[in-house]
């Protein structure tokens, strides 16, 4: 499931922004069913711009029919009377989404025999201080068993003692639900914590769920500025 609103608040219209011929929800779109991985691959959206650019592209979109905050009670609607179990999250403004991330968030529910793990999702190492003080980059802590412990805006660890080596995880918005837990969250009013911060994944933690996080050395470009714009132009060619 690919949830694509129209609107963005620091980009405009960005999903529709070209990428080389061809607009950027479309393409993540593509990277998305070429992996191989899915029995079947949509676009959830609130847009009829975006809903006809896959229809008339020979893809598969869902009109989403309420208003939602997030994508995953964007998709928590669209699969409600789907025999589905595994739900996976593909951001519309990753054109770069590759097929070995997106094996390893599967994976973790392969392994998971007695069904304990709710959600997967993916975190990169960053060393580069500016992307670690950006808001606009999540970061994410995880315990000894790579499991989320927290995410945040802020720069997590705090560098108190800079004697320690840096160790810093960006949050990929790639995630992997169990369909249960996708279903809780899209009932579960919204806690301080996540209003805070606004980041969707707090609230699984809020209310016990449990996210092993995968971690993987393919950063890809998320679009979020005509910057990205720019560097996902370049790096396509």
């Known amino acids: 499931m690919i949830p694509a609103r129209y609107a963005a608040s620091r980009f405009p219209a960005?999903?529709?922004?070209?990428?080389?011929?061809?607009?950027?929800?479309l393409r993540?779109?593509?990277a998305a069913v070429q992996?191989?991985?899915?029995?079947?691959?949509?676009?959830?959206?609130d847009s009829d711009i975006i809903y006809n650019t896959i229809k008339n592209a020979g893809g598969k979109a869902i009109m989403s029919i309420k208003e939602h905050d997030c994508g995953s009670d964007r998709i928590a609607e669209a699969v409600t009377d789907m025999d589905v179990d595994i739900i996976v999250n593909v951001q519309g403004d990753e054109p770069f989404t590759d097929r070995e991330s997106l094996a390893g968030v599967l994976k973790v529910f392969k392994d998971d025999t007695k069904s304990?793990?709710?959600?997967a999702s993916l975190m990169v190492r960053i060393n580069d201080w500016d992307e670690i003080n950006d808001?606009?980059?999540?970061?994410?802590?995880?315990?000894?068993?790579?499991?989320?412990?927290?995410?945040s805006r802020s720069p997590i660890p705090y560098p108190r003692d800079t004697t320690i080596e840096d160790l810093y995880y960006k949050h990929k918005g790639i995630y992997a639900f169990r369909k249960r837990a996708l279903m809780d969250f899209q009932r579960l009013p919204m806690k301080p914590l996540e209003a805070k911060e606004k980041i969707e994944a707090i609230r699984y933690l809020e209310y016990g769920k449990k996210i092993k996080m995968v971690e993987t050395n393919i950063s890809g470009i998320e679009i979020d500025t005509p910057e990205d714009l720019k560097?996902?132009?370049d790096a396509w060619k």
Do not use: C, W
């Open 14 to 25: 960005k999903l529709m922004q070209d990428l080389s011929g061809k607009p950027v929800i």
């Open 28 to 30: 993540t779109y593509e």
């Open 35 to 45: 992996t191989g991985l899915f029995h079947e691959v949509y676009v959830v959206t």
């Open 116 to 119: 304990e793990i709710d959600l």
């Open 135 to 151: 808001p606009n980059t999540v970061k994410v802590i995880v315990d000894n068993r790579n499991f989320a412990l927290y995410f």
């Open 231 to 233: 560097k996902a132009q």
